[in-house]
């Protein structure tokens, strides 16, 4: 059982380029969500999903795009890379049921030059 | 709007001493709290959670946290604190639908275990 797995765990992007973050999990949850964590803020939500082919914006939503085609996958794409989008990106799951924890992947360094 | 307010950035303990991590949460409805640890280079790890009912939590790694409506705390405690311990710690709220799809986060307390 692997959990919620995130490719690439590291990534240096140029100003301007795209990219896609891939989360995968397994556990069939129906909830996913991106966060990202900077020094001294903690982790602030991007966007999120309740299910397949249903998105929502987070509190830091601009800059980013998502999509879920799958239950098992929710990818996040930066479309023109920033430096303020250098981060440490994390992706969550969980199930959809009351008092349900959610489970973070391992985290992608994204630093953007 | 939800918060989460983590008063302490870092803290430093000895080994075997007791710890106490303060967060204070404000939300216009029930919460749903949470608590992570987060070591170097790692995702987050759930330590505990509070959804109702007994306001004191047990979690794993021997932590516990209490609940304290009328002061909007969920403060993390350890009686014995090891070295292995030393992390990033971050409380977190949820809404008590209980979807943890919307967590918001404090902003974490680094903690520091001295030999």
């Known amino acids: 059982n692997a959990g919620v797995t995130q490719t690439p765990k590291f990534q240096v992007l140029k100003t301007g380029q795209s990219m896609t973050l891939q989360c995968a999990q397994d556990m069939n949850h129906e909830y996913m969500s991106w966060y990202r964590q900077d020094p001294g803020m903690g982790l602030r939500l991007i966007h999120y999903?309740?299910?397949?082919?249903?998105?929502d914006q987070g509190e830091v939503p601009n800059g980013y795009n998502v999509s879920r085609s799958t239950t098992e996958d929710f990818p996040l794409r930066l479309l023109s890379a920033a430096p303020s989008q250098t981060s440490v990106y994390f992706c969550a799951s969980s199930y959809s049921r009351r008092q349900a924890e959610a489970f973070f992947g391992q985290g992608t360094r994204l630093t953007v030059v | 709007a939800q918060s989460v307010t983590q008063p302490d950035i870092h803290i430093t303990v000895s080994e075997g001493a007791s710890l106490e991590l303060r967060c204070n949460y404000s939300?216009?409805?029930?919460?749903?709290l949470f608590w992570y640890v987060q070591s170097p280079g790692q995702g987050l790890q759930l330590l505990l959670k509070?959804?109702?009912?007994?306001?004191l939590v047990q979690g794993i790694k021997g932590f516990e946290a209490e609940f304290k409506r009328s002061q909007s705390s969920f403060n993390l405690r350890k009686p014995s604190v090891h070295w292995s311990d030393a992390a990033e710690y971050f409380c977190?709220?949820?809404?008590?639908?209980?979807?943890?799809?919307?967590?918001?986060f404090g902003t974490g307390t680094r903690l520091q275990v001295t030999l």
């Open positions: 977190a709220v949820g809404p008590f639908t209980g979807t943890a799809s919307k967590l918001t």
């Open positions: 939300y216009g409805a029930t919460p749903y």
């Open positions: 509070y959804f109702s009912g007994d306001t």
């Open positions: 999903s309740v299910g397949a082919g249903i998105t």
